[in-house]
């Protein structure tokens, strides 16, 4: 099981629709309430082995983890609500954001894929695209998130973002 390369065939996948300029896969780590990110598209800005604690709004928490919803933010304005390092994400070329939780067979959220493209791009058609291409690999997916243990160092590797 070469979790990189399920990662990376679901970035493929997603570029063909809805589309994507950067792509994150983050794994749910809840003892620590963080996400951890597995793979990105962009590893100069996203290293892999980032990890964020969940220093985001509790509407993007409520949805995405409590609810094990889709989240969407279409434009800068809601993008910027919600994640601290929109300045870098709008320096990408990015204005608008897409996460999807990837749940295991017991619907617990195992990792949130993370989708950016440019504001204005996503609508909630996009959305439904996205869970689509997610659903029709979610097992590859599940395995690829379990694959990485859980238990991490005392000290996480935190972004500088």
């Not at 629709?17 to 794994?27: D, E, K, N, R, S």
């Not at 994640?83 to 959220?109: E, K, M, Y």
């Not at 690999?137 to 160092?153: D, G, I, S």
Request: proline fraction near 7%; charged fraction near 20%; glycine fraction near 6%.
């Amino acid at each position: 099981m070469n979790a990189d390369a399920v990662f990376q065939q679901t970035f493929e996948a997603i570029q063909q629709g809805p589309g994507v300029i950067l792509f994150t896969a983050l794994q749910w780590i809840p003892e620590r309430s963080s996400l951890k990110r597995l793979f990105t598209s962009h590893p100069a800005e996203y290293p892999v082995g980032g990890e964020k604690t969940v220093e985001i709004s509790p509407g993007w928490l409520g949805t995405v983890i409590e609810d094990k919803e889709p989240f969407l933010a279409p434009d800068l304005e809601a993008l910027r609500e919600v994640f601290s390092d929109s300045g870098l994400i709008q320096q990408l070329g990015c204005g608008a954001v897409i996460n999807v939780p990837v749940l295991d067979q017991q619907h617990n959220v195992v990792g949130v894929l993370a989708l950016l493209d440019a504001e204005g791009k996503y609508t909630q058609e996009s959305v439904e695209t996205a869970v689509d291409v997610i659903n029709a690999n979610r097992a590859e997916l599940v395995q690829a998130f379990e694959a990485h243990p859980t238990k991490a160092p005392e000290t996480p590797a935190k972004d500088t973002v």
